[in-house]
C-alpha cells in the first residue's frame, strides 16, 4: 500500500504561485511515477504533469501548464512538489496527486485526497 497526502492549497490572486507538496509513505518503493491532475466543478478530471522516480526524475507536463509549472522531487523526503507560478483563474481547482505503482501497466492506482486551489482575478 502507498499512502498520498497533498498539501499546500490555497486561495491566490491572478499572477501569483503556489507550491504544492505529495508526501508518499508505505510501500514508496514500488512507485514508479508520480502525477499530478485537477478537476474543476463541472469539468473532467485533467491531467497537469508527472515525474518519474528513476535516477533522471525525467517530467513531463501537459500543454496548458508547461512553462509555468514545475515538478520535483526530494528523495529523501519522498515528497513530490508541484511549483506553480504566473497562475491563472481557470487554474482553480481541486488538485491530486497520484502513484503509479511496479507492475501495473502504467495506471495510476493509489490517489491523494486532494487540495484545494482557488485563483482570484
Known amino acids: 500500500q502507498v499512502q498520498l497526502v497533498e498539501s499546500g492549497g490555497g486561495l491566490v490572486q491572478a499572477g501569483g504561485s503556489l507550491r504544492l507538496s505529495c508526501a508518499a509513505s508505505g510501500r514508496t518503493f514500488s512507485i514508479d511515477a508520480t502525477g499530478w491532475f485537477r478537476q474543476a466543478p463541472g469539468k473532467e478530471r485533467e491531467f497537469v504533469g508527472g515525474i518519474n522516480w528513476s535516477a533522471w526524475s525525467s517530467t513531463y507536463y501537459a500543454d496548458s501548464v508547461k512553462g509555468r509549472f514545475t515538478i520535483s522531487r526530494d528523495n529523501a523526503k519522498n515528497t513530490v512538489y508541484l511549483q506553480m507560478n504566473s497562475l491563472k483563474p481557470e487554474d482553480t481547482a481541486i488538485y491530486y496527486c497520484?502513484?503509479?505503482?511496479?507492475?501495473?501497466?502504467?495506471?495510476?492506482?493509489?490517489w491523494g485526497q486532494g487540495t484545494q486551489v482557488t485563483v482570484s482575478s
Open positions: 497520484a502513484a503509479k505503482t511496479k507492475g501495473t501497466g502504467g495506471i495510476y492506482d493509489y
